[in-house]
C-alpha cells in the first residue's frame, strides 16, 4: 500500500469519529465552575489568636494583707506625727521680712499686748514670755505645717525677730553646738542672717538678725519658755 492510500484512509477514519462525536451532548458545567474557581485569587484566613486575661495581682493571705496596711498605717502616722526640719534659709527670709516690715504684722510695745492680739487670731499662736529687748511687732507664720508665732525686738539699735513653736512640730537641724547657764544651742548662718535654736519642754525657740552669734546665745539664754 502507497503512503498516500494510507493517509487517506487515516483522514476517512478521524473524520468519521469527529462526526460521531459531534451529535453527542456534552456537560461542561463542572469544567466551567472548575476553570472560574481556578481564576479566582485564593482567600488568605488570618489565625485565630486566643487572648487569655491574666490580672496583675495574685492573691495573698489575710496575714500579709494585715501586715502591709499595718505598715502603711504607720508610715502615714509616722508622716503626719514626726516633726519638720526647720530650714535656716526659709528662716533667714522669715526674718527679713518681718524686720523689714514685709510680712502682716501687728504694731505692739509690750509683750502683754502682743500676747492679747495675738491670741484673738486664729492661726494657734503660742503665749511669750517677758523679751529681753523692746517690743517693736508680732506676727504668725504658717511654717512647715505649724504656726509659728514672731516677734520683733531691737536691742543695742538690732533688730531681733524671736520664733516660737510647736517642738513636736518643729525641730532644729544639726548645726554647730553652743552652751550657756546650762542650755544647748545650735547655731546657724544663712544669707548673712545668723540664728540660734533650742528647746525647753514642749517649745521650740529661734533668735535670729544681723546680730553676732554670741550676742543671739544672751538674748536666747534670758528668754523662758
Known sequence: MSNANRQDRLDRA???RLSKLAGRQ?????VEEWVEQSLQPPVMQKPVRVLAWRPWWRPISAAAAILIAVVVGW????????PAM??????????????????????VSSVAEANRLLAEQSGGALPVFE??????SCCLHQYAA????CVLIERDGHLVTVAIAEVAKLHSPEGKTMTR??????????NGINMVMAHKGTRWLCVMGDVPTDELVAIASEIQL
Open 146 to 149: 505649724t504656726t509659728l508665732t
Open 14 to 16: 478521524t473524520a468519521a
Open 181 to 190: 547657764d546650762g542650755r544647748v544651742f545650735v547655731a546657724h548662718t544663712a
Open 75 to 82: 508610715m502615714m502616722l509616722d508622716g503626719a506625727t514626726s
Open 26 to 30: 456534552i456537560n461542561t458545567q463542572s
Open 131 to 136: 523679751l529681753p529687748g523692746e517690743v517693736r
Open 86 to 107: 526647720a530650714s535656716p534659709t526659709e528662716l533667714a527670709r522669715i526674718h527679713f521680712d518681718v524686720a523689714n516690715g514685709l510680712a502682716p504684722h501687728l504694731k
